[in-house]
Every structure is written in structure tokens, then in C-alpha cells.
């Protein structure tokens, strides 16, 4: 079975991406999803992340307080790091017990914005990178997420992977900038990923 990771930057498209692999039948686990489910019903996870930031990390009802953790992080970049390098083990670990369950399809798939930042990528054999230009994202996500400005958007690319990087680094690219589609594409992908496990 092959671990296919699937990374890009904010707006790019890859739950859309994923969710057409997933019609053809392939395993999808999304990193962002798994991690807030990992830190509210992870012990271990949870006794990390309340000795890091605090009591307040979780509300009394046991869910966790993500207004205070954004205050605490995300002006912050030591301790954002800190954050990521708390969760992303617990992720890593995650992943490998879910893919095991899905021993018998030929390949999955795992979403993760932080691909290469949380070292995920070393758990993959190969990797998919979904592309489109900034304009389009800022376009997309201005449409996606009305609370959002411009300048918001920026920011956030800004602090992201830059796209070049991404490419290079990838082993395969899915344009999806609005110009070519984005069906025949992954079809090609399934196929081959396909044939490479027949």
C-alpha cells in the first residue's frame, strides 16, 4: 500500500482534490480534522498541552479553549512551534495506526497543510502538491471565508511554505488554477498510484 501525501497552501483546493480521490475509492485521513479530534480525546496529548499553556487550555466541559490557545500562539512563533511539536507526533502516530487499518486498498491519502513543517512528509512515498496561484486563492478565500480581508489572506500565505518550494519538493502537481481541469487529472493520478500496488 502506498502513503500518498497531499499538501498546498490556503485556498489551493485540496479538500476538493481529496474529496475525488475519495469518489474513486481511496482512504482520505485529513491531519487538521485528526489533530482537533487528537487534542480533545488524546490523554497524553491533553496532559502535554496543559502542562505547556495552562488549565485553561480546556474549558470545563473538556473541549479545548481555542480563543486562549490562538492569544497564547499565534503572535507567537516559538510558541506556535512548540504547539506544532507537541501535536504533530501524536498525528504522525495516528496516521500510521489508521493506515494500517486500510492495509488492503493500494494506496491512501493524507491532507496536511504542514506537510514538510511537521516532518509528515518522511512518513509518505510519495507526495502531491495542489497549486494555484495567489490571486485565485485570495479570490477563493475572500468568497469561502466573509470574515477574512484581503490583508488577512496575505498573511497567512505569508507564513506558509512558499508555493515554488512546494512544487520542487513534490513528486507530482495537480494545477488546480481554474484553467485546467481538474478531473482528468486526478484520474491519471488514481491510475497510476493504481497500477504501482496491482
Known sequence: MLKIGITGGIGVGKTVVCRMFALLGAPIYDSDARAKWLMRHDEALRQELIAAYGPQTFTKAGDLNRPYLSTIVFNDLERLEQLNSLVHPHVGNDFANWAATHADKPYVLKE?????????????????????????????????????????????????LSEEERM??????????????????VLKLHAHFSAITA
Open 112 to 160: 496536511a497543510a504542514l506537510m514538510y513543517e511537521s516532518d509528515a512528509w518522511k512518513q509518505m512515498d510519495q507526495i502531491i502538491t495542489v497549486y494555484a496561484p495567489a490571486d485565485v486563492r485570495i479570490r477563493r478565500l475572500l468568497q469561502r471565508d466573509p470574515h477574512r480581508t484581503e490583508a488577512d489572506i496575505k498573511a497567512i500565505m505569508a507564513k506558509q
Open 168 to 185: 520542487a519538493r513534490a513528486d507530482h502537481i495537480i494545477y488546480n488554477d481554474d484553467r485546467q481541469l481538474l478531473i482528468p487529472q
